[in-house]
């Protein structure tokens, strides 16, 4: 009886998985891709390229603050 229900339980987490990840797939497959708004195509077309095109530079490492000065004031 216990190997059994168990067996059945195995079972409908297998179908439920499947399930899941067939629904996923077809999700992912007919999700609509984004397109430019009419701002963005303004913008691209003032500056000559498109925002893919354009490369960000690299921010520089923040350099670390010393906050262990004394402000002179003794308790």
């Known amino acids: 009886m ?3 229900m168990v067996k059945m ?4 987490l297998v179908v439920f998985g499947l399930a899941c990840a067939g629904s996923s797939v077809y999700a992912a497959e007919n999700t ?3 397109e430019k708004g009419p701002a963005l195509l303004e ?11 354009v490369k960000v530079p ?3 490492k923040p350099t670390p603050v010393n ?3 004394s402000s002179g ?3």
Request: aromatic share 4%; glycine share 4%; charged share 45%.
């Open 43 to 53: 913008l691209e077309a003032a500056a000559g390229k498109k925002i893919e095109d």
């Open 2 to 4: 216990k190997r059994k």
């Open 67 to 69: 906050t262990n000065q």
């Open 58 to 60: 690299e921010v520089p």
């Open 32 to 34: 609509p891709k984004k």
């Open 73 to 75: 004031q003794k308790k």
């Open 9 to 12: 339980f195995v079972v409908a």
